[in-house]
């Protein structure tokens, strides 16, 4: 089943925002189960997004699972495309019967985007009070109690105080414009006191991060807060960049607004932003920011693999694998990360690396190397067959000899014996791959043709479902294609059988036996097609990225541009000091929350080098600076991987140092740079991780022994120290024995 049991219990009621009025009603929530968009095609044009499984789990059943344990009693479900397929399974996954958690459907058959959707709720009269606004691709573990408390207590001081937005800080890379989530550029403006949102602008078309504001918004806010999600951007205050959850907290007035303004389609590039610029209504948005707690949305396929990767590391608790259980089948969680359910045949010679999932009943064949992988049900894998990074659902039949990297398998696919996807492929349902063929990278496979003209992200996805096999129908076939059902993952077959009918033949795309249409690529989708992926992004485009952004920065900026470091210098009393120690501690942050991004994701030392170079030049900093925060984050996880002892410490630091020694040493090209990270060290044991005092000497003479430092650089920061203070000498006389080593051999050498 779906949908969890639970044991019985009183209701949970939400106070209107009159305090002294007895009427309580239920926290109600809206769940939009259709994207309104286009960009998980082709798969969507057979099952709907929120079905689509992930880490084998329906989308929607994470959304759902949050709402009701953030003491939601009311949820209206706003099916649109594939609506009976969702429908059905809200029904047959039990969660449509829950006691004490009301799940209502609400159909259309004719809304094209979420105004829509909002406009026809609105009619329904069915929303009482304040409501969770919420699409169902969305997975979440934040507590709404605050976010709810502070809704209404502002709703109480301002009636026109209609949304609440929930915002989150970001970790992304700067030189190619987008969050982890493979989401637009997105550019907030707040009020630090008031938490007013007063800006909100998403670029789209990947321009250099600026923004052109009126002298009369800033004459209107002296203090406000911009954040970018890309970088730090101060404005008498310190801003982190943010990430917009898409979970928004409604009074009832917000449908109403949708049925007043009819040209309001786009949750935020309409209605937020409609708001934003309205100076006669006067209504506010306010944002709600969390810290500890995750919430994020799936727009894409990068975003898809991101969540993924969050989910199976555990980020999501307790949206976790081994927690949401599926169907009948328990998943368990062994070591490094790694789930298994019941019924796995697997060969003795076959390996499953850390951070994968195996779904129930699967079959693994000898030498078979799986990792970094979500694997789903019933799947019959092969001998000598490789799977990295990839998401394989369910009755997938693998032959021998395959090769899969960074790619998603829809249901029932067939690869026959050494076929290759590369990166980036997505094959969707019922796809056959014939023999030793090679499907190109960023290939999009399906049995349904692709559709004739391109459509806006805003058309219906089942609008078509129909029309991608009547496009090419005769006139004297125009009667019965009409009466063509939406597709389904269970009807693929009897489609196919239809278009056999209708004589619709396959071209050769797929090798010999190969059964399906490879998609060919849109015009300007060749920018989109590695931003949005499931695979890695490719060294060359964040090279390419890093190039456009050194030449940026070597032009000239005037008042309208933002500097290097993002900063806005209005007039101030901070001092440019402080200013400096902020941007230094966002850098460091920045830098460590990368290096144990490439740690748990396993992400190669080039790319990771690549990464730390994209922040130094979006917060304009020395090859120094890289070396020290790259050092830092190194030694705080080796501090912060478990140990029973000195020793133990040790071995995790050689450990670290040996595993991400070519990280560390891009950046000690030269004697000041390597002098930068023994100081660093010093600091470390002094402040942020004593435990190394001990262990000083040993570790600076292993990175010696390693090449990571010089013999000049340990002499010469010997040096510096000759006429400091004994204070900020400990650490030199602890180290004399290998200084005075060092200088004997030196002499030898001589």
Not at 222 to 234: A, F, G
Not at 442 to 451: A, D, E, G, K, R
């Amino acid at each position: 089943m779906g949908a969890p049991k639970k044991s019985g219990g009183g209701g949970r009621v939400s106070v209107t925002e009159d305090s002294d009025e007895l009427v309580r009603v239920p926290l109600q929530a809206i769940l939009l189960a259709d994207s309104f968009n286009t960009k998980f095609r082709p798969i969507t044009l057979e099952c709907p997004k929120v079905l689509l499984p992930l880490v084998n789990v329906p989308m929607i059943n994470y959304t759902l699972t949050w709402l009701e344990s953030a003491g939601v009693e009311d949820v209206f479900v706003f099916c649109c495309a594939h609506s009976k397929q969702v429908i059905d399974y809200l029904d047959k996954s039990g969660w449509l019967s829950q006691p004490n958690f009301s799940v209502t459907t609400i159909e259309s058959h004719n809304s094209v985007s979420a105004g829509d959707a909002l406009r026809l709720i609105y009619e329904r009269n069915v929303i009482h009070g304040d409501f969770v606004l919420i699409s169902g691709d969305t997975v979440s573990n934040m507590s709404l109690t605050q976010a709810l408390a502070e809704h209404k207590e502002r709703k109480k001081k301002d009636s026109n105080a209609v949304m609440t937005m929930v915002i989150k800080r970001s970790k992304t890379n700067p030189a190619i414009h987008q969050s982890r989530l493979g989401t637009d550029e997105l550019f907030m403006a707040i009020n630090p006191d008031t938490k007013q949102l007063l800006y909100y602008e998403e670029r789209t078309d990947l321009s250099k991060g600026i923004m052109h504001l009126d002298k009369s918004f800033l004459a209107d806010n002296p203090s406000l807060t911009l954040h970018h999600d890309k970088q730090v951007n101060y404005i008498l205050s310190e801003g982190i960049g943010l990430l917009d959850c898409y979970i928004d907290i409604c009074s009832p007035e917000v449908l109403s607004l949708f049925t007043d303004n009819f040209d309001y389609q786009h949750l935020r590039r309409h209605f937020v932003k409609g708001l934003l610029v309205d100076d006669i209504m006067g209504y506010k948005i306010f944002v709600h920011e969390i810290h500890s707690n995750y919430a994020s949305r799936i727009d894409n396929f990068r975003s898809y693999d991101t969540v993924s990767r969050d989910i199976i590391h555990r980020w999501t608790y307790p949206m976790v694998p081994d927690v949401m259980n599926y169907g009948n089948t328990a998943t368990k969680l062994e070591r490094q990360g790694m789930y298994r359910a019941s019924e796995i045949s697997q060969s003795q010679t076959a390996v499953i690396g850390p951070f994968t999932v195996l779904g129930f009943g699967t079959k693994i064949g000898n030498n078979t190397i799986i990792s970094d992988s979500v694997i789903g049900k019933g799947c019959k894998i092969g001998s000598n067959v490789q799977i990295k990074g990839c998401y394989i659902w369910d009755h997938v039949t693998i032959e021998d000899g395959c090769k899969l990297n960074h790619a998603i398998v829809c249901n029932e696919v067939t690869l026959k014996s050494g076929a290759v996807l590369e990166p980036g492929v997505i094959l969707s349902f019922k796809v056959v791959v014939g023999p030793e063929f090679v499907v190109p990278p960023y290939s999009y496979v399906s049995l349904l043709q692709q559709p004739v003209e391109e459509d806006s992200d805003e058309e219906l996805e089942y609008a078509d479902s129909t029309s991608v096999i009547t496009s090419k129908v005769d006139k004297s076939d125009e009667e019965d294609a009409s009466e063509v059902p939406e597709a389904r993952i269970s009807s693929v077959s009897e489609d196919m059988e239809f278009i056999v009918s209708l004589h619709v033949l396959f071209i050769d795309q797929l090798g010999m036996g190969g059964v399906g249409y490879i998609w060919q690529k849109c015009e300007g989708s060749q920018e989109e097609e590695w931003r949005h992926s499931v695979a890695p992004i490719p060294a060359d485009k964040i090279s390419e990225a890093m190039k456009t952004m050194e030449d940026d920065l070597e032009l000239t900026h005037d008042g309208s541009i933002l500097p290097p470091s993002g900063e806005l210098i209005p007039d101030s009393n901070d001092s440019d000091e402080d200013n400096e120690d902020s941007r230094d501690d966002f850098f460091e942050r920045e830098v460590e929350a990368t290096f144990l991004r490439a740690v748990n994701e396993n992400i190669q030392e080039d790319h990771l080098i690549l990464e730390v170079n994209s922040l130094k030049l979006s917060c304009n900093k020395l090859t120094a600076d890289c070396a020290g925060a790259v050092f830092y984050a190194m030694m705080k996880y080796a501090v912060d991987t478990p140990h029973s002892s000195l020793d133990g410490l040790m071995q995790n630091v050689k450990a670290v140092l040996s595993k991400w020694k070519k990280a560390l040493t891009s950046y000690l090209t030269d004697i000041d740079e390597q002098i930068e990270i023994i100081l660093k060290f010093e600091e470390i044991c002094l402040e942020s991780a004593k435990e190394f005092a001990p262990l000083f000497t040993k570790i600076l003479h292993y990175m010696y022994k390693e090449d990571i430092i010089e013999e000049d650089a340990i002499l010469s920061w010997e040096d510096e120290k000759r006429d400091a203070d004994e204070a900020d000498k400990v650490f030199v006389n602890k180290a004399q024995d290998l200084i005075q080593w060092l200088k004997v051999a030196e002499e030898e050498d001589e």
